[in-house]
């Protein structure tokens, strides 16, 4: 439990090096700083390899081309509670804060997105949905992550049908909207 814990709190400290550097960080990237925070803390020093596996796996995808290898039964556990909290109705609109922090555009339709995720900057909002989110509920490590993951999926691709719709009909329909709106 004391792993998951300090793994949880931890396992976004490289945000805070982000927004210091204005620079796309990876969790590993500051390992060093975990373990200072680690310390600080009073974690104790058994647990801090076990907190740095849990936060790696954490930024490991099978869709992005990684491998998970045997991560311990904590690591799995962090990776899919991290992965659920990306996914669903909470999950989506952290994604659009997110994007709108890093002033991505919501959509530009012409763009391909890609089929093997990249981590960093998306080149839109719902690009990041194609690209990652969507693909989550298939990476799950454990039994109670997929269950969760189902209705959770359902929302995300609820949203994305429904936005597609959407964007279509008001691109469609943009000259005749002008026409009724203006006088004749």
Same mark, same amino acid.
């Given at each position: 439990?004391?792993? $998951?814990?300090?793994?949880? *709190?931890?396992?976004? *400290?490289?945000?805070?090096?982000?927004?210091?550097? !204005?620079?796309?960080?990876?969790?590993?990237? $500051?390992?060093?700083?975990?373990?200072?925070?680690?310390?600080?803390?009073?974690?104790?020093?058994? /647990?801090?390899?076990?907190? /740095?596996?849990?936060?790696?796996?954490?930024?490991?995808?099978?869709?992005?081309?990684?491998?998970?290898?045997?991560?311990?039964?904590?690591?799995?556990?962090?990776?899919?509670?991290?992965?659920?909290?990306?996914? #669903?109705?909470?999950?989506?609109?952290?994604?659009?804060?997110?994007?709108?922090?890093?002033?991505?555009?919501?959509?530009?339709?012409?763009?391909?997105?890609?089929?093997? *995720?990249?981590? #960093?900057?998306?080149?839109?909002?719902?690009?990041?949905?194609?690209?990652? /989110?969507?693909?989550?509920?298939?990476?799950? /490590?454990?039994?109670? #992550?997929?269950?969760?993951?189902?209705?959770?999926?359902?929302?995300?691709?609820?949203?994305?049908?429904?936005?597609?719709?959407?964007?279509?009909? !008001?691109?469609?329909?943009?000259?005749?909207?002008?026409?009724?709106? !203006?006088?004749?």
């Amino acid at each position: 439990m004391q792993t $998951v814990v300090a793994a949880a *709190y931890l396992h976004d *400290y490289h945000r805070v090096v982000e927004r210091q550097t !204005s620079t796309w960080v990876r969790p590993t990237e $500051v390992r060093d700083l975990t373990v200072e925070v680690m310390r600080r803390a009073g974690v104790p020093a058994e /647990l801090e390899n076990p907190v /740095l596996e849990c936060i790696a796996a954490t930024g490991k995808h099978t869709f992005a081309g990684d491998t998970h290898g045997a991560p311990s039964i904590e690591a799995r556990i962090l990776r899919d509670a991290d992965a659920l909290d990306a996914i #669903g109705a909470l999950g989506i609109a952290r994604a659009l804060m997110f994007g709108g922090v890093l002033r991505e555009p919501l959509w530009l339709p012409d763009e391909e997105v890609d089929e093997i *995720y990249k981590p #960093g900057t998306a080149s839109s909002v719902i690009h990041h949905f194609h690209e990652k /989110l969507i693909k989550l509920a298939d990476d799950m /490590l454990t039994d109670t #992550g997929r269950a969760i993951a189902v209705d959770r999926h359902t929302v995300l691709r609820t949203f994305l049908d429904q936005f597609t719709a959407e964007w279509a009909f !008001s691109q469609g329909h943009s000259e005749v909207d002008a026409e009724v709106d !203006s006088p004749s």
